[in-house]
């Protein structure tokens, strides 16, 4: 199954790299420039490489109204996860 088409952002292999320093590294960018479909294709090499689906988290916090759910969101989500 592939999340994401085959045609690899240049980024990708950059990221692959990061991954491996155990930093928590940002993807920033404009709107509408490719940065989710970054991400999937990192989390596509993920699984085929063999790594577990729940050892792999996502979260986008474009919507706005995740601000409103808690005074730390993403703490309250990684907690969850965790769980």
Request: charged residues 25%; proline residues 5%.
């Amino acid at each position: 199954m592939h999340l994401v088409e085959k045609l690899q952002r240049p980024e990708l292999k950059m990221l692959m790299e990061e991954l491996s320093s155990h930093r928590i590294t940002t993807v920033l960018g404009p709107r509408r420039t490719g940065k989710t479909t970054l991400l999937f294709q990192v989390i596509q090499s993920l699984l085929e490489q063999g790594t577990e689906p729940k050892d792999i988290l996502f979260v986008s916090m474009d919507n706005a109204s995740l601000q409103f759910l808690s005074k730390e969101p993403l703490e309250d989500m990684f907690s969850t996860y965790f769980e």
